[in-house]
């Protein structure tokens, strides 16, 4: 049974975003990877990733209400969330992103893979 999933996930634009209580952060345009993990129902954590009306818990919802974000793919795995999210070559742009309780020394689980060249105006 799965116990992690990845959000592959697309901002089309430059943005600067709140998230929560972590504050603004300046977001590049590009291709994301977010590692989340859900106990039970992981079905129903991903479905409610994948709705725009939500009420804004986590950082992701923060990112994912975005009009120039999208969730690109989705997948499932049964491997640990923090070694999953090790196993992505990336950047973390907002330190403790998805990982305020990450006892791995992650980072954060929001990794930035690939920039956009040209992402237009915030």
Known sequence: MPQSYQLFIHLSRPRHIKIGALGTHHFPAGNYI????????IDARVARHQRKEKTLRWHIDYLLNDPHCRIVSVELSDTAECSLNKAVDGKVVVARFGAS???EGCGGHLKLVGVMESGGPE
């Open 34 to 41: 977010y590692t989340g993990s859900a106990k039970r129902n």
């Open 101 to 103: 309780d990450c006892r």
